[in-house]
Structures are given as C-alpha cells and as structure tokens.
C-alpha cells in the first residue's frame, strides 16, 4: 500500500527564485501533493519587496504544477491572481484527511490560535501567514502547525516548508536540510 507524502508551503509572495527551489525540492522529494497555504503572487504591504520578485514568472511555474497543487486564499491572494493561475486558490480553507488524522488547513489570517475554527479532539490546525515555522499542542489533544515561510520568514527563522510522511511532519529549510520533526 503506497504511502501519504505531502508536500506544505506557505507565503511565496511572488519570490520566484524560493518557488523555483520550491518546485526543485517538491520533485525530489517524492510527494503526493503539493498544498500551498496561501499568499503566492503578492508580497502584501507590510512586507518588503522579496528579493526574488517576479510574480509572472511564479505564474508559469506554478501553472506547470497545477494538477499537483491543492491550495488556500492568503490575505495577499485575490480574484485577480485566480484569473492567472490556473488551480483553484480562492477556499478559505480545506479539511483534509490523512492516516485517520483530520487537518483543518488554511492561511491564518482569520483562522488560528487566537480564533480557533470548529475543532475536534485531536485534529490539527495548519496555517501559515506569520512566516514563523511552529509546531504546538492545543486545546484537547489538538497540534498547530506552521511550515513558516519560502520567501519571507521572521523571527530568525529559515525559509521553510514541512513535509508530511507518515504520521511524522519535518520541517526543512528550503536551502538546506530537516531541522524538526513531529510526529503525530
């Protein structure tokens, strides 16, 4: 029986040389899927202009990957950028279901630790939108988890993503190598 293996990214913000490595590290990893929490063409105002700026070219690079892309609206993410890729980007979020874990997979940005969603004992919140990679019990045997940022991480953290294979979670620079794992 082949195994579950995902893929999570978050706030690409239009950085294409991040997508493009993104891309990289998605095919050699072997995943199933690749799911993107949100924000992937626009930097946003509060942020600063990534370094690798070219949001048409993430267009394209993303449009090539579109039938391996399950994908969330990022507060950056409008109708606009849905008319130019072609996956769709604008749910607000996604119950998904994976190894008889419920995850509630979304941006967060209106969603998270603060303004939780109708929430089973031990299912798993998932967002991204702080650009700060975090893994934290809650609630009644609940997890949040964050893969951080590709593009624009804060707090000192790498430019991140996790993935998911079974039932462990490792969050991995997107330059470099695992730094954490969890496992549900």
């Known amino acids: 029986m082949k195994t579950t293996k995902w893929l999570i990214a978050s706030d690409i913000h239009g950085d294409y040389e991040c997508a493009k ?3 990289e590290c998605y ?3 072997g995943a199933d899927r690749l799911i993107l929490l949100g924000d992937l063409l626009y930097h946003g105002p509060r942020n600063d202009l990534p ?3 070219a949001p048409k070219k993430v267009i394209a690079l993303l449009n090539e990957m ?3 892309i399950l994908a969330v609206r990022g507060n950056c993410d409008t109708e606009v950028d849905q008319m130019v890729l072609e996956f769709p980007i604008l749910a607000d979020y996604a119950y998904l279901s994976v190894d008889g874990h419920s995850i509630f997979a ?3 940005h209106t969603h ?3 303004n939780l969603p109708p929430m089973k004992r031990g299912e ?3 967002h991204g939108h702080t650009h700060v990679p975090a893994a934290e019990p809650f609630g009644d045997g609940n997890l949040y988890l964050n893969p951080g940022s ?3 991480p804060k707090e000192g953290s790498p430019k991140s993503y996790l993935v998911y294979e079974n039932g462990v979670f490792t969050f991995r620079d997107l330059f470099g190598g695992e730094y954490r794992t969890v496992e549900i």
């Open 21 to 23: 490595r993104l891309a």
């Open 27 to 29: 095919a050699a990893s």
């Open 66 to 68: 579109k039938n391996e």
């Open 124 to 126: 798993i919140l998932l």
């Open 112 to 114: 998270h630790l603060k």
């Open 150 to 152: 590709t593009s624009i």
């Open 51 to 53: 370094e690798g700026y």
């Open 106 to 108: 979304t941006h967060g």
